[in-house]
């Protein structure tokens, strides 16, 4: 790989790898320790099911890409932050933060998560301490979901003021990259583990998630933001789709940093797979590793979730303890504190 500099010269540029921590655990909330060994090297890393384990070296890593819900532990974790902190200041190293924040945590279709305003502090703290720059976080409010709960209860996300009351909550930290997908109901563990809590998701159809994306659009220009599209609906991902891994965007940081070292910007889906529309370009998901806990042992998790097979659990058992509450409190019937703003079932799904 290689550079032309502003001053002609064409620079050959060392290429780094991606390492994405990770696409199917939240690694931060749930297992910092061991991610922490992990980035050390003092513990080996596995880059895919059935992959020969190996050690990581800081000084190798071109970008550090993190997925999580809660930030937090990127500060009040001594281990996980000394070692992210070195990577940063003592490595050069880049952080993008694919930080996820749907509105709905706490609720009973993210029990055990934290609230908007828990996730806009932890950020900012992460922000100010300079481990991330603010170009490099992309604001996922994903998945738009929703649910039909016992009592015709509509809980989710899939409204323009829960989408605007995240937009506010982190634009003023400079955050331009928004992205979001339709919950992916096609993986057969997730209706089964939302059917065995007694209700059932309930979507849009195609034509009237094509308004809504729309105006999450619009929303988004209006604080200067960029929207796209993850994955699902297929119908809705473009080749101008950026993806949650960007090596366009990593290396544009990694050349304001002037680093001598740039990664690739070839599609994962050119020399491996992943679904059929993902835009992101190739990086290596350590979160095959072993020692790694799932959020549905002892932790908050995601209902909904797709990555994650688990029928049973602790954050299974507090959706079923919320579920009763709120059931308790209305009667079994819809009240506004039960629902999230502006929920309603759009005509076009009325008539299905």
Known sequence: MGVTLASGVFRVMEEKFVISASRTKDLVRVSPGRLAEILNGNVPARFGLGMKPQLLQ?????????????????????LLHEVLERYVEDHGGIIILN???TGLGGSALEPGLPTVDSVRNATEAVVDRELVRPEGIILRFDPLVRALLPGGILLGNISIEVFNDVLEAFYPMGIARIKTSLVDDRYAHVPERIGRLGFMLDLPD???LEGFYEEMASQCRRFGARLDICCHPESFVTGETNGCVDGRMINELLEDARASWRVTTTLHNDIGRQRPTCRCTYSRDIGYSPGFKTCFKNHGACIYCYSQKNLRGTAIDRATELLREMKERTGGKPAPDCTCRGNRRPQSDERR
Do not use: F, R, Y
Request: glycine content about 4%; aromatic content about 8%.
């Open 99 to 101: 930080l996820t924040v």
């Open 206 to 208: 195609t034509e009237w």
């Open 58 to 78: 800081l000084e190798s890593i071109g970008a550090l890409v993190i997925w999580t819900k809660d930030p937090a532990n990127m500060m009040i974790h001594p």
